[in-house]
């Protein structure tokens, strides 16, 4: 399919959120935590990358939050684009989802790994509030925690929900917890080893984390996970 870009903000250093639309179709169905393959021709070279969507699923729109890789082969292209330019995509594709029924749960997630959380939280939260869900989110600046107000919100409105941002590289005026995701796993998933952890981000972080968490004694059919390289 080809897909419209309508807009696309910056909204941390080297990061943009893009909304797409699908223009032949009033629908683009997913089910939140999917991803679509991005195919484009850049130097005369075919490049395909997957970027998760990062939107609840709405109409014929979609979202998507990108970083830009230094020297990267499609990312910095696709930060070049400007509304009304096409893609070609495909999809959705991925197993990456929420499972039923609703458990309690740890998302754990670094960079541009919200995205798939993001798309899934607002349904799961309107769905069930008896289950817990726990957030973990590592970022290196407090300037990009992405869509913090927006978790903040779902926070306040959800009893059940609680939104744990990390910095690494934090300020001195930042009072919340610091360090790496890892180091904050053992208090998030509490005495509980029926809980599900969905875990999404670069390699290293997904490795260790299930590690972390075999060490804790998880079993490895608890743990769910997306890595982006
Ligand atoms: C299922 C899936 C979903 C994904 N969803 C997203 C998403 O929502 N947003 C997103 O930004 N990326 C996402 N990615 C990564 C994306 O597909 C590309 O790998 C990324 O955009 C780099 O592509 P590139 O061509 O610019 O860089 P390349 O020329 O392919 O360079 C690859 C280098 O980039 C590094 N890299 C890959 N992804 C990232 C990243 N996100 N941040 C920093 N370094 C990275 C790799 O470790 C490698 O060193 C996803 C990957 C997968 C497999």
Redesign the pocket.
């Known amino acids: 399919m080809r897909a419209r870009l309508v807009e696309s903000r910056e909204i941390a250093p080297e990061?943009r959120h893009f909304v797409f639309e699908v223009p032949e179709s009033d629908q683009f169905p997913f089910i939140p935590g999917q991803?679509v393959s991005v195919e484009e021709q850049v130097g005369g070279e075919s490049?395909t990358?997957?970027?998760?969507?990062?939107s609840p699923p709405d109409g014929n729109r979609f979202e998507?939050?990108?970083?830009?890789?230094q020297?990267?082969?499609?990312?910095?292209?696709?930060f070049t684009l400007d509304p009304g330019d096409t893609v070609e995509m495909r999809g959705p594709?991925?197993t990456?989802i929420l499972r039923e029924p609703p458990n309690e749960s740890v998302l754990v997630a670094t960079?541009?790994?919200i995205?798939?959380f993001r798309a899934m939280l607002p349904a799961r939260l309107a769905k069930d509030s008896s289950s817990r869900i726990t957030l973990l989110f590592g970022v290196r600046h407090e300037g990009s925690l992405l869509y913090r107000a927006e978790f903040e919100a779902l926070e306040r409105l959800h009893a059940n929900f609680r939104f744990w941002p990390t910095l690494t590289r934090p300020q001195p005026e930042w009072s919340g917890r610091t360090g790496r995701v890892q180091q904050h796993l053992e208090e998030a998933v509490g005495s509980s080893r029926d809980c599900d952890i969905y875990i999404c981000?670069?390699?290293v972080m997904v490795d260790e984390t299930r590690a972390l968490l075999r060490a804790l004694g998880f079993d490895r059919k608890r743990m769910v996970y997306?890595?982006?390289?």
């Open positions: 990061i991803w490049i990358r997957a970027y998760s969507i990062a998507l939050c990108l970083n830009r890789v020297n990267g082969h499609l990312s910095p292209y696709l594709f991925g990456f960079g541009t790994g995205a798939p981000g670069l390699r997306e890595k982006y390289d």
